[in-house]
């Protein structure tokens, strides 16, 4: 165990929505390489806390990766520098003494700033209230062992359910896409047995939900780079054939009644 | 966040001398209540469907006219919402996070429970009923607990119809595994990610009903009051995070569904904004608080690697069915784990409970942990833990197989402390984790408030003195799926019609400028210690006297010490920035301040009860091999705690535990 020292914090401070916002530095030592990237932030505020200042704001509650709440751009990257690792689980060996470190919020249109570095990802709820589930209401569910479900389907419908819903994609996406997201929720639900009656109205719904609130996707790949879950961008594929499918299928179902 | 949410204009910050935290409205204790469980008539198997056959009934036209708040979006919640909403209530959603999906459920690693009897060895409703009732020391009452395990196999229909996507047979058929405390291979799992697949399972269901428009969902907004009038719940008063606004909302019945109080320790596994104030908020307002001193602290989470930690992480439960537990049999021996050699190590579990062996129940295990720790024995930098070592497993099953069942947990683990535990063994040592004492809840899950109901892990209901593994998420979606849609029906049948006080009566207003007025104060007190620090100090005294190992004089100590430290909070405590934006400081004042009388009651609760019981151990009431002794003539009971304004004075009442089907027995697992 050892400290890193003269660590430069460039945080992004903005007191709420309309303020235009600004980077202020701050200087920190003795922060021990064991600590975690917000157990420093912590102790960052606790410091301007007793100096009188108000501290910083910023998103986390699990601190294990999975509630997909904290939400960093740590020195242009969405998560910082550690592959599938999101802000949380990331720790302070991974930087050194006397670097300056930029940490800003997700920067996208549709996730407009609350404060500091905390931003609004409603759109994100809004796409799932659109399709983003199986209508199946409480009580009327067959035995669940009626339906075997392949292995290899569980398991591919399980990569893309791992998605946490944090927006690092959109974040790191030069459009503000949010394909990957998209695309894991589908996928999750349009590969199993139980999401195929579905199937087609949800893709639909969802993309067109996605696409009223954020950027339009032109593959450039950052956002699988960026996921702390290494969601692969072949779900946006599948997502897309599916979609196309749905235009034709719906089409046809309807006229069919 | 929804446009409609602004009411009232925030409290600004203005200057103002030293002065006390003020408490929320007046508190009025309740009437006498007397503690009836209302357990349905009837052989234990017959109870509830005894109960569903005689529950009144609401139209389904009528159902629209009553509006239903439930708090907390997590597996209780969640489930409880959007069931009710598919029943057509008019239902609101209440959650503090941003997305009703970040809930604290999504968390869970290990698994879920079910009396599937999948694999045919020998599971049951019975036998699950047994394990539960055994697994928390004979301290949980037989019916609610009966109900737990029947419902239990409708959960797992439920969530594969949802969607979740289980761990599968190569055959297609779903996977099992065991969990501490069981015999039986009856846990259902999706990876190490159970909590997270089981919390977008339910999340999806109450999104459809968002996107309906039959929930409406209030994200970023605390519960900050529980408003009674007339003896019953009418309402809450929350305020919004992100404006500071606080606003009254009023309905027929209300739901509290938010979870444990694990963080009351500061150092858990729990997430950072865990906390007990709605809970606490209904208890100042008459609901009983029961058994606040059965906690559960958790035998594998990572030890704690210096002084700023802010959290730990749990190391799943389901490792220790390929992890071996061991430290190495001299005191002091410093020497790296490869160059131990197996006769210098003791495997105590196996050592001690050779037929459950590393799978003993958590509260057994911690205190084994704790004991070999103490005795000089911990490894790791800080000698502060034991080890879970997989070499064993590695070359029975090959590295595949071990990474297909835990290789996120591996990869987690590596993350935070640098060590790969393919090559070294993990260390762990035991964390708070999981609380059974909660609010007091009857049969129906309500409270001793009529109209006011608690689910999930906020009730104390099914776990007694002790949960086991994978057990947590069972009740959570047991009670929000299967139980409150039926017994909220039953309590609103009869109020068709008459009219509910809304927000406009005089006692939302009163409890509205009280949590203004609290907030504020908050503000204006000035002193010198932010509240992080003032948690931290109050979980080292929970820690070190109402943790693992307690005693009279302990808890006397600790009592003596927490109402000092309380009182300094309430005059040095520095809270920067202001009540009318985004202030973390502030929210965390709030929550510490609950926390502080909910630590002076465990203690209190733990000091009345000289038993040990599961995860209540008291070093004065244990046998000749150091084992928790229980006292049944005089302790099986359920303690219920009145609020009387001040929690070192609260009033226990108590509640008898019947055993009408179990025998009572030592509670044995060698
Ligand atoms: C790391 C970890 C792993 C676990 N693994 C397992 C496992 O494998 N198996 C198992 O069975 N159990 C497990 N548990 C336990 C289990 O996860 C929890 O007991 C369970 O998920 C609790 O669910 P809940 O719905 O009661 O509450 P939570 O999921 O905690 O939800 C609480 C909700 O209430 C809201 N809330 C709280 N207070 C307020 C307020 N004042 N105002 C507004 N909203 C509020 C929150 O926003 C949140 O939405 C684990 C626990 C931990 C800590
Ligand atoms: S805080 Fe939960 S994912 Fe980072």
Not at chain 1, 36 to 47: G, P, Q, T
Not at chain 1, 75 to 90: I, V, Y
Not at chain 1, 112 to 118: G, N, Q, R, V
Request: hydrophobic share 35%.
């Amino acid at each position: 165990m050892k400290n890193l020292e003269n660590l430069v914090l460039r945080i992004w401070r903005q007191s709420g929505p309309d303020d235009p916002g600004r980077f202020q530095s701050y200087r920190i030592d003795s922060i021990s390489d064991e600590a975690s990237f917000l157990e420093m932030l912590d102790v960052l505020n606790e410091k301007l806390i007793g100096e009188g200042l108000e501290a910083i704001a910023f998103d986390h509650d699990c601190r294990e990766g999975i509630c997909g709440t904290c939400s960093l751009m740590i020195d242009g990257q969405p998560h910082g520098p550690q592959r599938g690792t999101a802000t949380c689980q990331l720790h302070m060996r991974k930087f050194s003494s006397g670097e300056t470190i930029t940490v800003e919020p997700w920067r996208a249109t549709a996730f407009p700033i609350i404060k500091d570095l905390i931003v609004d990802r409603a759109p994100f709820d809004r796409i799932v209230e659109a399709g983003g589930f199986i209508t199946a209401t409480t009580g009327g569910a067959p035995e669940a062992n009626l339906t075997p479900v392949p292995k290899p389907v569980a398991e591919a419908a399980m990569d893309a359910a791992a998605c946490i819903g944090c927006g690092a994609c959109v974040a790191a996406c030069p459009n503000g896409a949010a394909s990957l997201f998209t695309a894991a929720k589908v996928s999750h639900l349009n590969l199993l047995p139980q999401g195929q009656a579905e199937r087609w109205s949800r893709v639909e719904a969802m993309v067109e939900t996605m696409e009223q609130y954020f950027g339009s996707c032109t593959n450039h790949g950052e956002c699988e780079a960026a996921c702390p879950k290494s969601i692969s961008i072949d779900f946006i594929a599948l997502m897309n054939k599916d979609y196309l499918s749905a235009k034709l299928k719906n089409r046809a179902l309807i006229s069919r009644t | 966040m929804s446009p409609e949410r602004k009411t009232k204009k925030a409290p600004a910050k203005k200057p103002a001398a030293k002065k006390p935290a003020a408490r929320s409205s007046p508190v009025r204790p309740s009437p006498r209540v007397v503690l009836d469980a209302k357990i349905p008539p009837g052989p234990i198997a017959e109870k509830w469907d005894n109960y569903k056959a005689d529950m009144k009934l609401v139209n389904p036209n009528n159902k629209r006219g009553f509006k239903v708040i439930v708090v907390g979006s997590g597996l209780a919640g969640a489930s409880a919402a959007a069931t009710l909403a598919e029943l057509g209530y008019d239902v609101h959603v209440f959650t503090f996070h941003d997305s009703p999906r970040r809930a604290h459920s999504i968390a869970a690693q290990g698994g879920i429970n079910a009396a599937k009897n999948y694999r045919g060895d020998g599971d049951s409703v019975q036998r699950l009923f047994y394990d539960t009732i055994k697994g928390g020391d004979f301290r949980s009452r037989e019916g609610n607990v009966y109900r737990l395990a029947q419902v239990s196999v409708n959960i797992i229909d439920q969530m594969v119809a949802q969607g979740v996507p289980f761990a599968r047979e190569y055959g297609g058929l779903l996977d099992t595994r065991s969990c501490g405390g069981s015999q039986l291979q009856r846990t259902f799992y999706a990876r190490g990610q159970t909590g997270q697949q089981l919390l977008l399972g339910a999340y999806q269901q109450l999104a459809r009903q968002i996107g309906l428009g039959n929930v409406k969902l209030w994200n970023r907004s605390e519960l900050v009051d529980v408003v009674t009038i007339d003896g019953r719940c009418a309402g809450i008063v929350t305020r919004d995070l992100v404006t500071g606004a606080v606003q009254s909302h009023a309905a027929h019945a209300t739901v509290l569904a938010t979870g444990g109080y694990g963080n009351v320790f500061f150092l858990s596994t729990n997430a950072m904004a865990c906390n007990i104030t709605a809970a606490w908020r209904a208890h100042r307002k008459g609901a009983y608080f029961a058994n606040p001193c059965y906690t559960q602290i958790h035998p594998t989470c990572i030890p704690q690697a210096d002084e700023t930690q802010s959290k730990l992480t749990l190391m799943s439960e389901s490792l220790r069915n390929d992890g071996r537990i061991w430290v190495p049999s001299r005191e002091g021996d410093d020497r790296s784990p490869s160059q131990i050699p197996e006769a210098e190590r003791d495997y105590y579990l196996e050592r001690m409970y050779p037929s459950f062996g590393n799978l003993a129940p958590r509260d057994i295990s911690s205190r084994a942990a704790k004991r070999a720790v103490d005795s000089g024995r911990g490894v790791g930098p800080l000698k502060n833990g034991v080890y879970l070592d997989f070499a064993a497993a590695i070359g029975r099953l090959g590295r595949d197989v071990i990474t297909e069942r835990y290789g996120n947990l591996f990869e987690m683990y590596e993350r935070i402390t640098g060590e790969v535990p393919y090559e070294v063994p993990m260390r762990v040592y035991p964390a708070s984790h999981y609380t059974m004492g909660g609010l007091w809840v009857d049969y129906e899950l309500t409270t001793t408030i009529p109209g006011l109901y608690a689910a999930g892990e906020v009730n104390f209901a099914d776990q007694g003195a002790n949960r086991l593994g994978a057990s947590a998420l069972m009740q959570g979606l047991a009670d929000g799926y299967f139980v409150l849609p039926y017994t909220i029906g039953n309590y609103l049948a009869p109020m068709l019609n008459k009219p509910i006080p809304g927000v406009d009566h005089p006692e939302f207003q009163l409890a509205e400028q009280a949590a203004s007025t609290r907030f504020g104060n908050y503000l204006d007190i000035r002193g010198s210690r932010s509240p992080d620090w003032f948690h931290r100090e109050l979980g080292k005294i929970i820690w070190e006297h109402c943790g693992m190992d307690r005693t009279a004089a302990g808890l006397r100590q600790a009592l003596s010490d927490l109402p000092a430290l309380y009182e300094e909070f309430k005059t040095d405590l520095r809270v920067t920035g202001d009540g009318a934006s985004v202030n973390q400081t502030l929210e965390k004042a709030g929550r510490v301040d609950d926390f502080f009388e909910l630590g002076m009651l465990m203690c209190r609760d733990a000091l009345e009860r000289r038993e040990s019981c599961g995860g209540h151990f008291r070093s004065e009431y244990q046998d000749s091999e150091g084992e928790a002794q229980r006292d049944d003539a005089n302790f099986a009971h359920v303690a219920a705690w009145e609020f009387t304004g001040d929690p070192m004075k609260a009033v226990r009442h108590k509640e008898e535990l019947k055993f009408e089907t179990i025998h009572l027995a030592k509670r044995s697992y060698k």
